[in-house]
């Protein structure tokens, strides 16, 4: 099944310390490999990822769209996160309303005997038309809203589960472009899933003619970032906003910049074949990312798409 991370983060009006939000709201965290139970109208009873985006109205209530993701998570042997389903993600909208302020004495050495601070919070009710669950949402002052913790109340008030939240950050540089774990490359007549390619290995390549030959892996590029959705006619290819795919004319284009109806190239039984771009969706998913290095930038077989391989001066930059 897929999973993402739940996530919740929040942006603020500016970088000095302020009670005032800004408009926007983008709410983030990681993933919870138990999953949260709650009641909601929907089919799922457990959600391992959440993603609020909506509107601040003032610094006291907010209004927006939750994202519950209902796919749990499946590991290898080494510990490393798999797909093993594509459950849709549940929408529901919700509003926030400032219920009170406190304070708490944090140990913030993360030690025993360590120092410790009183940190302010701010806490909010999060509700909504087809949310039956009692959530709230207590934030940092301190840190300008930016972390803080989602929290799920039983019927008697008390908090029967708490995750941390905080923002997304910057991700870091993934030009031009990275997939996911679990996108399969075309190496001869193997499929390898990215993750498990190695320098020194040998993949297809593929000329702008047409013309099949084969390429070494001469560095691998490993980041985090966040994934969108290419969906097309065919298929659908999950990789980041940067990464260049080939059109049918024969030009790159990046994958955030693809729109409706333009023609890209994949490969099917060896055959270079059109499919029109359905629309490109941006996922709350925030994953390990990958990118092959083959020398010259080339393009290779991702997922059955023609992607562009990660100029070497680039991952030599990133360093």
């Known amino acids: 099944m897929r999973f993402t991370a739940l996530l919740i983060s929040l942006l603020v009006l500016s970088h000095i310390y302020s009670d005032e939000p800004e408009k926007k709201i983008d709410l983030q965290s990681w993933l919870v490999a138990s999953g ?7 089919k799922y009873g457990m959600y391992t990822g959440f993603h609020l985006t909506g509107q601040w109205q003032s610094s006291t209530q907010g209004s927006g769209t939750l994202e519950l993701d209902p796919n749990p998570p499946a590991y290898d042997e080494f510990g490393y996160a798999s797909k093993t389903s ?3 993600m549940v929408k529901l909208e919700f509003t926030l309303k400032f219920v009170k302020k406190g304070k708490v004495t944090v140990n ?12 302010e919070w701010s806490f909010f009710e999060v509700k909504g038309p087809k949310i039956t669950s009692k959530l709230f949402l207590a934030l940092r002052t301190d840190e300008r809203w930016l972390s803080g913790r ?6 008697q008030g008390k ?5 941390d939240v905080h923002t997304e950050g910057p991700p870091v540089p993934c030009h031009p472009g990275c997939f996911p774990a679990g996108t399969m490359i075309q190496a001869g007549s193997e499929l390898k899933a990215v993750e498990t390619i190695r320098v020194g290995d040998s993949i297809t390549t593929i000329s702008k003619d047409a013309v099949t030959g084969t390429g070494k892996v001469s560095a691998i590029f490993v980041t985090k970032n966040r994934l969108l959705e290419v969906r097309t006619e065919n298929k659908t290819l ?3 906003i940067t990464q260049p795919l080939s059109l049918a004319s024969g030009e790159l284009r990046a994958a955030g910049e693809l729109k409706k109806d333009d023609t890209i190239i994949m490969m099917i039984d060896g055959i270079k074949v059109q499919t029109k771009v359905k629309e490109v969706v941006t996922t709350s998913r925030y994953e390990t990312v990958y990118n092959l290095v083959l020398g010259e930038p080339t393009l290779f077989i991702a997922n059955g798409f023609l992607a562009r391989s990660k100029p070497p001066a680039l ?5």
Request: glycine residues 8%; charged residues 30%; aromatic residues 0%.
């Open 108 to 119: 913030v050495d993360g030690r025993i005997g360590g120092q410790e601070k009183e940190i």
């Open 86 to 88: 594509e459950l849709p």
């Open 238 to 240: 999950v990789t980041t």
């Open 315 to 319: 991952v030599e930059a990133s360093k």
């Open 36 to 42: 949260v139970p709650l009641s909601i109208d929907s």
């Open 150 to 155: 989602l929290l799920v109340h039983d019927d």
């Open 159 to 163: 908090v029967k589960q708490s995750i």
